[in-house]
T-cell receptor, first 112, second 111 residues
Framework: DGGITQSPKYLFRKEGQNVTLSCEQN?????MYWYRQDPGQGLRLIYY???????QKGDIAEGYSVSREKKESFPLTVTSAQKNPTAFYLC???????????FGPGTRLTVT | DQQVKQNSPSLSVQEGRISILNCDYT??????FLWYKKYPAEGPTFLIS?????DKNEDGRFTVFLNKSAKHLSLHIVPSQPGDSAVYFC??????????FGQGTTLQVKP
């Protein structure tokens, strides 16, 4: 059945290491998004992609990078330049940029 | 600058009663509003939406009201059920499709 998968559910890394979070969707959606959620805050947009091989920075893109080589996949790399990487990361997709977004289950990243 | 605000961090209601969750926004260019429900350690699930050209949208127990002059929207859940206990986020969209989320309101429905 269709949906958005994020793996792993929990991820632990040492400070100074880059880490890549996976996001895959089989909904045939053109648009995909990455958000982070911190305690007591709403979701903040990191990057989004309207179509394959194209992506734009969101509100908090510094210290992150993405790629969109396939329609189904939108991996997010948290680099060592990200000052506060510990957070809950959510991937979403939508039919196109103007439709409701559907979210994956999230990855909780802890960097120590 | 917070363009979408949910000023009540939490709300507690009795089962069977009405839950009213509120959301205020500052950008009059927002053209679409959505409500999402989120359980701990899970992704948000889409609940209901409303276009800026409407003032009400209803789906079963859930109704969203939009007051454009006040830049205010609300989500009514009636009757409330214990399974409705979750964090509710309102979100607003510009024509670009980017969603701006509020901080969330934690709803607790007591049996």
């Amino acid at each position: 059945d269709g949906g958005i998968t994020q793996s792993p559910k929990y991820l632990f890394r040492k400070e100074g290491q880059n880490v890549t979070l996976s996001c895959e969707q089989n909904l045939n959606h053109d648009a995909m998004y990455w958000y982070r959620q911190d305690p007591g805050q709403g979701l903040r947009l990191i990057y989004y992609s309207q179509i394959v091989n194209d992506f734009q920075k969101g509100d908090i893109a510094e210290g992150y990078s993405v790629s969109r080589e396939k329609k189904e996949s939108f991996p997010l790399t948290v680099t060592s330049a990200q000052k506060n990487p510990t957070a809950f990361y959510l991937c979403a997709s939508s039919l196109d940029i103007s439709y409701e977004q559907y979210f994956g289950p999230g990855t909780r990243l802890t960097v120590t | 600058d917070q363009q979408v605000k949910q000023n009540s961090p939490s709300l507690s209601v009795q089962e069977g009663r009405i839950s009213i969750l509120n959301c205020d926004y500052t950008n009059s260019m927002f053209d679409y509003f959505l409500w999402y429900k989120k359980y701990p350690a899970e992704g948000p699930t889409f609940l209901i939406s409303i276009s800026s050209i409407k003032d009400k949208n209803e789906d079963g127990r859930f109704t969203v009201f939009l007051n454009k002059s006040a830049k205010h929207l609300s989500l009514h859940i009636v009757p409330s059920q214990p399974g409705d206990s979750a964090v509710y986020f309102c979100a607003a969209s510009l024509n670009t499709g980017k969603l701006i989320f509020g901080q969330g309101t934690t709803l607790q429905v007591k049996p």
